[in-house]
C-alpha cells in the first residue's frame, strides 16, 4: 500500500514568488492534514480537511496560504505571495480515524 | 483548543530505560498519540491511548491519566537507533492532532 506522497521534496523560491505543495493521502483516508515546522520548533497545525471539505482552518497564518482538496483526494497548499518566514517543512498527514495518522516525508520549503 | 508540554531533551544510555512526560490542557480530549521523527523527516506513529492505562508495544510503552491530563512513553532497552524527537499529540473533537513541542532523546554509547 502507497504510503502519503508529498511533492517536491524540496523547493528554493525568491520571495513574492508562488508556489504550490501537493500531497496525495492514502487512499480511502478521509481525512487530510497539513503541518509546518519552523526552525526546528514544534509541528503547527495549519488545517485539517475531512474528505473534500475544510474542516478546521484555524492554525492557517494568513490569507497568503490557501489550500483545496480536489473531490476529497489529492491536496495543494498554494503560498501566494511567498515570504522569507515561510520557510519551513511542511508536512501532510492523513488518517482514518482518530488515533494514528500517516505522515509523508515532507516538503522543505526555502524562501530567499 | 489544546497545548501540550514535555520536556525538550532527555538523554539516556543505551541499555536504560527513559520516561518522557507530556501534560496537557484541552478541551474535547480524545486521546494522546506518540510520534518518532529521525532527523526532520516524516513523523512515525508509535502508539495511542484513548483509555486510562498501559499500551505496550514491543520496547515501547504509553501510558495516559486522563484525571490528572498526563501522559507518558516509556522505552526500554534504549538502542542507539532510539536516538531522536519524539512528540506527544493530543486528538480533540475535530480530529486534528495538535504535537507538543517534541523532546530530543539522546542515547549514549
Known amino acids: 500500500e502507497a504510503g502519503v506522497t508529498q511533492f517536491p521534496s524540496h523547493s528554493v523560491i525568491e520571495k513574492g514568488q508562488t508556489v504550490t505543495l501537493r500531497c496525495d493521502p492514502i487512499s480511502g483516508h478521509d481525512n487530510l492534514y497539513w503541518y509546518r515546522r519552523v526552525m526546528g520548533k514544534e509541528i503547527k497545525f495549519l488545517l485539517h480537511?475531512?474528505?473534500?471539505?475544510?474542516?478546521?482552518e484555524s492554525g492557517m497564518p494568513n490569507n497568503r496560504f490557501l489550500a483545496e482538496r480536489t473531490g476529497g483526494t489529492y491536496s495543494t497548499l498554494k503560498v501566494q505571495p511567498a515570504e522569507l518566514e515561510d520557510s519551513g517543512v511542511y508536512f501532510c498527514?492523513?488518517?482514518?480515524?482518530?488515533?494514528?495518522?500517516?505522515f509523508g516525508q515532507g516538503t522543505r520549503l526555502t524562501v530567499v | 483548543g489544546q497545548s501540550l508540554e514535555q520536556p525538550s531533551e532527555v538523554t539516556a544510555v543505551e541499555g536504560a530505560i527513559v520516561q518522557i512526560n507530556c501534560t496537557y490542557q484541552t478541551s474535547g480530549f480524545y486521546g494522546l498519540s506518540w510520534y518518532q521523527q529521525h532527523d526532520g523527516g516524516a513523523p512515525t506513529f508509535l502508539s495511542y491511548?484513548?483509555?486510562?492505562g498501559l499500551e505496550e508495544t514491543g520496547r515501547f510503552s504509553s501510558f495516559l491519566s486522563r484525571s490528572d491530563s498526563y501522559g507518558y512513553l516509556l522505552l526500554q532497552e534504549l538502542q542507539m537507533k532510539d536516538s531522536a524527537s519524539y512528540f506527544c499529540a493530543g486528538s480533540g473533537s475535530a480530529r486534528q492532532l495538535t504535537f507538543g513541542s517534541g523532546t530530543q532523546l539522546t542515547v549514549l554509547p
Open positions: 491511548n484513548a483509555l486510562d
Open positions: 498527514a492523513s488518517s482514518s480515524g482518530i488515533g494514528e495518522a500517516f
Open positions: 480537511f475531512v474528505k473534500e471539505s475544510k474542516q478546521d
